[in-house]
Every structure is written in structure tokens, then in C-alpha cells.
């Protein structure tokens, strides 16, 4: 059962291309080419670990071997996700001892640097925090559009979704084309959040402070955290066009269904036959 789910993964990663098309069809391909695998392994070794190491498996004794196997993985998969936190409690903790300003009508951080930042920091509720560098450098409709595309990320809830993808990705470092992926994921989240902002703002002006923002970024731990630069400078054309030229959402975007990632859980369904 191991050996099948990290084939299988290994094979659907690496025949994996960047799909083509908008940004919610992009998503969709995109997520289930980065989730899939390391979630079939997940749900393998876990099906394992449940099973024991007493009884039968299709006529045969089950041994200790793959029980073990299996424990060092899932016991690795969960000392990555205990990393994970750690990382992500040490940038929410930094972030809360910023002190607290109104801007816009609302409460946000503001972090004591000449850099222009402005990003989401926390978990479920994140929290906003601007630099002093963004205060003083945009002009106030600039500003309005970086606030807009924050709000974006806060209403996808993209600090809590990428924690457990970013999870994913360190577990799964070792299959083919996961920074790819994940680069990937990281792009479409800013062009996720980019369109929401264009539907609030003027595209021009949000464009304008991406060109101000990207070029002055600095450097904020990706987890637990969401902000306006977080995608590479050499892929910033390629949002401010998303934003100069946007498109309709299509209905293709159905081929992708999550119900593909039940496939996953199978593993799961050969605990019924465990005797």
C-alpha cells in the first residue's frame, strides 16, 4: 500500500504542468496537482497505523514492518506540522508587538520600518499590519488599493488555508515539482486577491502600488502571513496584466471538482477489511 500511493504520487507529479487559462481554473488544477499526493500518502500510512500489526490483510498476516514504516512517516509528516506552527506563532507573536493605529476606520499594526509592507499576519483572524514606510510613501488612493487587496486575503482566509498547504509542502519537499506547485499557489492566491481588490478600486491605481510595493519588499516570513509582495518580483508582469486586462470566470472551471479528492481517502476503506 505504501509502495502504490508514493508511485502513484510520484507519477502524478511528475507528468504535473502548470495548467493554462484564467486564474480560477488555474487554481483548481493547480491545488489538486499540489494536494493530491501527499494527502494519499497522509491517509495511507494512517489507514496503516490504525490496521495494527495483529490480524489479516486479503488472506495475508500483516507484520510490524509497514506498521513502522508507517509510523516514522505520519511521526515526520506531524514533527513538520509542529515546525510549522512554531514558525507560524514566532510571526504572529512578532506581529502583536507592533503597536496598534486606526487607519481607514479600522485597527491594523504598524510596524516600525522604512520598507513599504502591508500584509495579513495571524491564523484564522489575522490581523493587518502596514510599515511606516507605506504611510509616509503612498498617496492615499494608493493606499485605499493595497487595503483592498489585503481585504481580499482576509475574506479568502488565505493565512489559514496556506499554513496547512504550506504543511503539505514541506512533508512532500521530495516529489517532483512542489516548489513549482507552490509557487504556483502562491501567484494565483495574489491574483485572487488582486481581483477582489479591482472590484473595489481603480485596477490602475492597485497596479501602480504593486510596481511601488514589489520593488521596495522586504523580507517577512511566508508563514502565517499574506501580503501584497509575497509573489516573486519576475512574476509581477504577469499580475499587473491580470489587473490591465481581466477576465470573465468561465464554467470550465467545473472540470475540476473536489469531489476528485475523495480519491484519496481510499486507502481509508481497506480498514474494513482487516480481519
Known amino acids: 500500500m505504501i509502495i502504490s500511493a508514493i508511485t502513484i504520487a510520484y507519477w502524478l507529479r511528475l507528468s504535473a504542468s502548470i495548467p493554462d487559462g484564467n486564474w480560477q481554473l488555474r487554481w483548481r488544477k493547480t491545488l489538486f496537482l499540489f494536494l493530491f499526493p501527499p494527502l494519499l500518502i497522509f491517509m495511507t500510512v494512517t489507514a496503516i497505523v490504525c490496521m495494527g500489526t495483529q490480524g489479516k490483510m486479503g488472506g495475508m498476516y500483516t507484520g510490524s514492518f509497514s506498521y513502522i514504516i508507517a509510523l516514522?512517516?505520519?511521526?515526520?509528516?506531524?514533527?513538520?506540522?509542529?515546525?510549522?506552527?512554531?514558525?507560524?506563532?514566532?510571526?504572529?507573536?512578532?506581529?502583536?508587538?507592533?503597536?496598534?493605529?486606526?487607519?481607514?476606520?479600522?485597527p491594523?499594526?504598524?510596524?516600525?520600518?522604512?520598507?513599504?509592507?502591508?500584509?495579513?499576519?495571524?491564523?484564522?483572524?489575522?490581523?493587518?499590519?502596514?510599515?511606516?514606510?507605506?504611510?509616509?510613501?503612498?498617496?492615499?488612493?494608493?493606499?485605499?488599493?493595497?487595503?483592498?487587496?489585503?481585504?481580499?486575503?482576509?475574506?479568502?482566509?488565505?493565512?489559514?488555508w496556506f499554513f496547512w498547504l504550506g504543511w503539505m509542502r514541506s512533508c512532500t519537499a521530495w516529489l517532483p515539482k512542489t516548489e513549482a506547485l507552490w509557487q504556483e499557489l502562491l501567484m494565483l492566491?495574489?491574483?485572487?486577491?488582486?481581483?477582489?481588490?479591482?472590484?473595489?478600486?481603480?485596477?490602475?491605481?492597485?497596479?501602480?502600488?504593486?510596481?511601488?510595493?514589489?520593488?521596495?519588499?522586504?523580507?517577512?516570513?511566508?508563514?502565517?502571513?499574506?501580503?501584497?509582495g509575497s509573489s516573486a518580483v519576475d512574476r509581477l508582469e504577469q499580475r499587473i496584466d491580470a489587473l490591465l486586462t481581466p477576465t470573465e470566470p468561465t464554467s470550465e472551471m467545473q472540470i475540476q471538482s473536489w469531489h476528485l479528492f475523495l480519491l484519496a481517502f481510499l486507502p481509508l476503506v481497506t480498514v474494513i477489511f482487516h480481519t
Open 189 to 228: 492566491r495574489e491574483l485572487r486577491a488582486d481581483s477582489y481588490a479591482a472590484s473595489q478600486v481603480d485596477p490602475l491605481t492597485l497596479a501602480e502600488s504593486l510596481l511601488l510595493v514589489v520593488s521596495n519588499q522586504t523580507l517577512i516570513s511566508e508563514v502565517c502571513c499574506a501580503a501584497l
Open 108 to 160: 491594523v499594526r504598524l510596524l516600525q520600518t522604512n520598507a513599504l509592507f502591508a500584509g495579513q499576519m495571524g491564523f484564522w483572524q489575522p490581523e493587518l499590519v502596514v510599515s511606516q514606510g507605506l504611510l509616509e510613501n503612498l498617496s492615499p488612493a494608493h493606499l485605499e488599493s493595497v487595503l483592498a487587496h489585503e481585504q481580499g486575503h482576509y475574506l479568502y482566509r488565505d493565512t489559514f
Open 72 to 106: 516514522i512517516i505520519l511521526g515526520s509528516f506531524n514533527i513538520l506540522g509542529l515546525k510549522q506552527a512554531f514558525q507560524g506563532w514566532k510571526s504572529v507573536k512578532s506581529a502583536r508587538q507592533c503597536p496598534h493605529i486606526h487607519l481607514a476606520g479600522k
